[in-house]
């Protein structure tokens, strides 16, 4: 199946609140950022790929990071493509300055984000939170992110995702486990 890819803030309906929101601030990231629905049954990576013919080094996944450290938690989002995965407990956790790094639980995610598990993005984070994008991403010609939701997925360009506010580029990434 073939996925409809138009502008984004053409289908709000298709966008979490705070992803529409930063959208509209940003200027859709002059129009770059295109949307596309999907099966929300679908919206894990591996199964998103496979039913719409998504190459693994066209998607990238959207972690959130807790950072520990003494009595103060720090959040961080995570970007790398969905052929490797997210050096949390090195690089992620040196950049946070944290002695302990770990994924956050589901719900505070969800919570956090005001979007949908399955669907978070980089797009409409709290802005306080740093943005790590890994640099395999930000090279990217092409990439398929989360929209906040489960039933739609953005694309956009890497250098377009490097230009966020909160985004800081550098080497996140990891091989995936085999």
């Keep these: 199946m073939k996925l409809e890819w138009i502008p984004a803030l053409e289908r709000p309906d298709l966008l979490a609140p705070p992803v529409e929101r930063a959208l509209r601030e940003l200027g859709d990231l002059d129009g770059e950022v295109r949307v596309a629905e999907i099966d929300p049954g679908l919206a894990d990576t591996a199964a998103f790929c496979e039913r719409y013919g998504v190459a693994l ?99 956009l360009s890497g250098a377009a995702l490097a230009r966020l506010k909160a985004v800081e580029v550098l080497p996140v990434a990891m091989p995936a486990a085999s």
């Design 57 to 155: 080094e066209e998607s990238a996944n959207c972690v959130i990071v807790a950072g520990r450290r003494g009595g103060e938690t720090r959040y961080a989002a995570v970007l790398v493509l969905a052929s490797t995965r997210a050096d949390v407990n090195g690089a992620v956790r040196r950049h946070l300055g944290a002695r302990k790094a770990s994924f956050a639980p589901h719900e505070e995610a969800v919570g956090l984000t005001g979007m949908e598990y399955g669907g978070i993005t980089p797009i409409g984070l709290p802005e306080s939170w740093p943005v790590l994008v890994d640099e395999a991403v930000a090279a990217a010609p092409f990439v398929v992110i989360g929209s906040g939701l489960r039933r739609s997925k953005l694309a």
